[in-house]
């Protein structure tokens, strides 16, 4: 080895060694203040109003400057929110003892005043009233109550094992009073809360800016103010292949919504990191079990074996998914590994379909509202056609089927997908044919909504009574072929990996509250 | 009655003696439109066959062998589903070729009529009726036939029926116009001098003369057909599933264009290579027709 080699190898190591430590350095130091991050999504919030707002996206959009009384984390544990805490003194009354020296974004002050006004809201009592998620349950209560300014009692008319689900509920976010009545029904383009960040514009279907609250309540661990970021902005971009695309050149930071294709693609690079949330969509057809021919329990049994959910699984998700032994997933809590489904045989099913006495060829009607059913709904027609079942599928709108079709009964089934949450499985009563799900069964439904209606309200909300109560619901549903479960399919949360402290909540979506960028 | 009969086998002689080989003749020397037609050939000849000539069902899915490169089982690969794209397109040629000449059927059969009556008859029934065609032509066509789908329901029928009603105002104007400078031509005026009823005259005398522009626009008018489906079934407002349609396997391949781009790019090429035919089609007939109409005047 020369001297000049020597010499440039001595020079190489120093600069490598610098480097390092360095890197070290940057690492060792705590979070960054300041920066701006770009969130994509698909859809745009059916309203700013976090009472109002339906779930999925929209709920990330409004918790950004509403907050709710509980917290939670991943993995549904209940976390301190704007109540530091809460007891049950009797399975029909609850109270929040509140945080104290919170202010809203509007500089009022966050007390027991303001909490009972908020659960009068979302019960839809206060003008102008509104109609949100929430309206249901906060109308079951019999009376909200603030005994001191910093305590609220609520009562209820009968034990409700998921309220205390509801209340991290995004549509039980807590709003001003002050803004609300001095907005009234333009509320919805100014909303306070006692979030981090305060809505600074936003343009309908394209963009949302969001700037820093100076007067956050929270801390980080070690005592620093919240939050890092400075400015937060949501872009619409409804094309997933854009999406990709914006990701890719740091366009946007992160993507919430992305399908397992792009997810897939995305985890070959670098600059990127890709969350998997295994089983996060339980797709299943509802079926409307009052209309002929679905009315025949062999002919759903029919059904249900004719499914080949592998095939799904390997053609349309790229082989990532499982199959489902009911409706829980095992991101909830609800979920239970003895449980069995039908499983995919073709001669059974065909057998099934001779039982059913129904002549080969018999038809049914779909409908589809969104692009990844459609494909879904493609390949199990074609399944059917195997044993003989015609599946017609329909393309429709989600808005008219949602406010039409489904009350008029009009069709045998829909493809639809419910996302698995930390939340209280309480929530997914209307799966099992709960009367005022979405399709109700005329044969049953006493049955049903006698045992959805225990499993909500068993004794003190203790989870092993519970979970036994979901599994005789499950074998009823089993024994009447009363649904038909297709896959879990996974979620995936990707963003650019200078963005630091991505946490998901019971909901898997993450907050921007303690993110920040490590540009 | 004498200079009716003279007048009718005027427009027929010159019909007659050229006939139909001499007319084919010349359009096969125009050697792209020769090209063009021979493509037209082989599709009507694909979509008759299709069920001979498919190898498989197009319909049969097998989610297992999903998004496979051409290879010997698959000629043309799989799509997503793991159908098979050849036997997917060649059962596409079928709606492809139904919509456009369906579609043309129903232009023709209400269009031309209207076009004929306003441009021979003039006065109110032209205002009327022009002004309704006017009406029609304000509309975005693709926005006037998504909206008719939209409110009719999805099925091929309904799709063979809207984009049929787009194209009147396009054929009734030109068959308007046409009548406009034939029904100032001599023979007409004798025709009406001895007192013929304007049914005839309008199809007798008139029709023979107009038809060769019309023809020309049919050929024309079929390719717009056939984009037309392709766009409707683009969005999701065209056939229903699993039928198979180009525009249908276009709008299926685009979200894999990244990763398997023949799954757009063949419809795409049936479409462009069609359209394309048709025009070249359209153009020759053109210049093989004009000089004949020159003939007559």
């Keep these: 080895m020369t001297g000049t080699k020597k010499n440039r190898l001595l020079v190489f190591t120093i600069i490598m060694a610098l480097a390092f430590s360095l890197t070290t350095v940057c690492l060792a130091k705590g979070p960054k203040y300041g920066g701006t991050l770009v969130q994509g999504f698909g859809v745009y919030p059916n309203s700013l109003d976090a009472q109002v707002a339906s779930g999925g996206s929209s709920r990330v959009m409004v918790s950004q400057y509403n907050e709710t009384l509980i917290d939670t984390d991943q993995k549904g544990n209940l976390l301190p929110g704007l109540a530091t805490s809460w007891e049950l003194t009797d399975p029909k009354t609850i109270i929040f003892h509140l945080r104290k020296g919170v202010k809203f974004q509007d500089g009022t002050d966050f007390n027991a005043e303001a909490v009972k006004f908020n659960f009068e809201r979302i019960a839809g009592k206060i003008e102008p009233k509104i109609t949100g998620p929430g309206k249901r349950t906060a109308n079951s209560f019999e009376s909200v109550e603030a005994v001191d300014p910093y305590t609220v009692k609520i009562k209820m008319k009968g034990p409700d094992a998921g309220i205390l689900s509801f209340m991290h509920g995004w549509f039980t976010a807590m709003v001003s009073p002050t803004a609300v009545k001095k907005w009234g029904d333009k509320y919805l383009f100014h ?103 679905m009315d025949n329990v062999w002919f759903r049994k029919a059904v249900n074996m004719a499914i080949d959910r592998q095939e799904i699984i390997t053609s349309i998700y790229q082989g990532e998914g499982s199959i489902p032994n009911g409706f829980f997933s095992p991101i909830s809590w609800a979920y239970d590994p003895n449980l069995k489904w039908y499983d995919y045989n073709l001669e059974k099913a065909k057998d099934a379909l001779k039982k059913s006495g129904l002549p080969e060829g018999t038809s049914f009607k779909v409908a589809v509202y969104n692009p990844q059913a459609k494909a879904e709904a493609e390949l199990v027609q074609a399944q059917l056609k195997r044993v003989g079942i015609n599946m017609v599928i329909d393309n429709v709108d989600f808005a008219t089927f ?110 921007a509250t303690e993110v920040w960028l490590d540009k | 009655m004498n200079s009716e009969v003279e007048t009718s086998a005027m427009s027929d002689e010159y019909l007659a003696p050229r006939g139909l080989k001499h007319f084919v003749g010349r359009l096969l020397k125009v050697r792209l439109a020769a090209l063009g ?170 029709w023979p003369n107009v038809m060769a522009a019309i023809i020309v626009q049919s050929s024309l008018g079929m390719a717009v057909a056939i984009l037309a489906e392709s766009s409707l079934s683009y969005m999701g407002v065209g056939v229903r599933p699993p039928t198979a349609t180009w525009g249908v396997m276009l709008a299926e391949g685009y979200p894999h264009l990244e990763s398997n781009p023949w799954l757009s790019i063949i419809p795409g090429s049936a479409i462009f290579l069609t359209v394309l035919s048709l025009n070249l089609v359209g153009d020759a007939l053109r210049d093989v027709l004009d000089p004949r109409l020159r003939g007559v005047t």
């Excluded at chain 1, 620093?224 to 872009?235: E, V």
């Excluded at chain 1, 619409?236 to 294709?261: C, F, V, Y």
Aim: proline fraction near 7%; hydrophobic fraction near 45%; aromatic fraction near 12%.
């Design chain 2, 37 to 206: 037609l021979f493509f037209i050939v082989v599709l009507i000849f694909c979509s008759i066959f299709a069920p001979v000539l498919a190898p498989r069902d197009p319909a049969a899915a097998n989610g297992y062998r999903a998004l496979e490169s051409p290879s010997r089982d698959f000629l043309l690969g799989t799509d997503y589903l793991g159908r098979d794209i050849l036997s997917r397109l060649i059962y596409g040629s079928r709606i492809s070729l139904l919509v456009a000449v369906l579609s043309i059927g129903i232009t023709v059969m209400i269009g031309v009529p209207l076009g004929l009556m306003s441009g021979y008859l003039g006065g109110w029934i032209d205002t009327v009726f022009m002004r309704l065609m006017d009406a029609l032509y304000a509309f975005p066509p693709l926005l006037l036939a998504l909206t008719l789908v939209a409110a009719l329901g999805p099925s091929i029928i309904n799709v063979i029926v809207a984009v049929g009603i787009v194209m009147i105002p396009t054929f009734s104007r030109l068959a308007r116009a046409q009548t406009l400078s034939v029904r100032e031509q001599t023979y007409v005026i004798a025709a009406r001098t001895v007192g013929s009823p304007v049914r005839r005259i309008l199809f007798r005398h008139i």
């Design chain 1, 191 to 293: 909303p306070t809360g006692t979030g981090p960040f305060i809505l600074k514009k936003h343009i309908p279907g394209s963009q949302i800016l969001y700037e820093k609250f100076d007067g956050y309540w929270k801390k980080d661990k070690d005592g620093n103010a919240l939050p890092y970021l400075d400015k937060m902005k949501i872009m619409i971009i409804p094309d997933p292949a854009t999406r990709e695309a914006a990701l890719r050149s740091g366009t946007i930071d992160m993507d919430q919504e992305i399908a397992a294709k792009h997810a897939i693609r995305l985890r070959k690079n670098p600059k990127i990191e890709v969350i998997t949330i295994e089983g996060f969509l339980a797709k299943f057809l509802p079926l409307n079990t009052g209309k002929p021919p």
């Design chain 1, 402 to 511: 949602n406010s039409q079709y489904r009350r008029q009964g009009l069709y045998h089934a829909a493809f639809t997908g419910y996302p698995q949450t930390g939340y209280d499985p309480g929530f997914m009563n209307f799966v099992f044919h709960f009367s005022k799900g979405p399709y109700s069964d005329p044969s049953h439904p006493t049955m049903y909504d006698a045992l959805a209606i225990q499993a909500r309200s068993a004794a003190g909300g203790d989870r092993e009574k519970r979970k036994e109560i979901f599994a005789k619901l499950h074998k009823l549903v089993y024994d009447n072929a009363g649904e038909t479960y297709l896959v879990w399919t996974n979620g995936y949360r990707v963003f650019r990996s200078y963005v630091k402290n991505f946490k998901l909540k019971a909901d898997q979506f993450s907050e």
